[in-house]
């Protein structure tokens, strides 16, 4: 089975796709196949990591289902492409959770697009997992059914700026995003938290993603004695521009940043390979090389991703990681308790020190953030090998 970037998964008898509601429905037929929800960002410009998580996503699925199912039911994704656009996220929550009537739904995957649909999906009484990193996306209260299988974005904020501040020792700040959702929040959220720990924020702004120029930008920050640039995006033609910006100018300053700075996609619109030079990006201890070797257990679910025929090209270990986690998570709340949702709520709010490939998971009836402080590290992105980098200089093995 290979894998290509563009495959989407789609609700036909052919292949992949659907889950049930726990609103008061029918009871299902036996061998009915268990329906699950999934918005993924797989085309747009946002798409990175939703092109990732659906690898791992099919290959855990179709693992499931050749296994033999859940108590013999299929697994069948109900797949809406968002595109990268909260509206089209919106418009396929209602038909997920009212006309397809899914149990569960996995995403979105990019937090602009959750921002706009966690509401909606609440709302309508459906237990939501989702890998997305802004903080506001879980409130207990709020969305009692929705669950983080990842870090949030104070965590990921924490583990850069204690990188630039404490390891690289460097206290001049410029802090750019895009003006997504996930951008501007990441922007808002940790501007502060580096001044706590002693920054000096010199520089802070938003750009259109789609802006071609970016050099007014970085001679901005130049000229305000920035000593590192730490850019919060998904979009891999934005981060891109600012490695060939700052290769250009010739200014030999740090990128320390968000994950898809060291993705496939990112490394292809280089426009020289030196421009990856000095460049670290968030990661997951789990999935990062230390001392030269991945975990036993990440060591052998990239054999199993090569014998799948997964791409690793324009992708990142974590991203399939997360996605098959999440697949098989799933799987087992429905082989444990079924599809009401009472049922996967309860079983979900005991999950203790869950292992995963891509991180462990804790969840409580109180705390529906789960993802451990000390598996959020830095790596050095030039060191991509198999989806995977070494851990950035400085962290103790």
Known sequence: MSIKRRTVLTGSAAGMVSLTSGLAAPAIAQNEPLRIGYLPALTGPSSSTGVGINRGVQLGVEEINNSGGI??????LVSRDTQSDPTKAVNAVAELTQRQKVAMIFGPVNSGEALAATPLIARDKVPMLHPCWVDELIDVKKYPMAYRIAPT???????????????????????ISDTTGYGTASVNTYVPMLKAIGADVVYTNHIDAANPDLKPELLRMQNAGAQVIMPWSV???????????????????????????????????LEKPEYWNKVYSNNFRQVCYINGKLLPKAEEFVDRLKKAKIEFADTLLWWVALGWDSALLMADTFKAVGTKNEDIVGYMNKIKDRPGIYGTVT??????????DNEVVMCEVNSLKDGAFNVAPGYAS
């Open 71 to 76: 108590k013999g039911r299929k697994i069948e």
């Open 153 to 175: 974005n104070t965590q990921i904020g924490k583990g850069a700026n204690n990188y630039v501040v404490n390891v690289l020792k460097l206290k001049k700040v410029a802090v």
């Open 235 to 269: 979009n891999a033609g934005f981060l891109s521009r600012i490695c060939n910006t700052r290769g250009a100018m010739n200014w030999d300053v740090p990128i320390v940043g968000q994950t898809t700075l060291g993705s496939g996609q990112t490394k292809a619109l």
């Open 363 to 372: 969840w409580t009836p109180q705390e529906h953030n789960g993802f451990p």
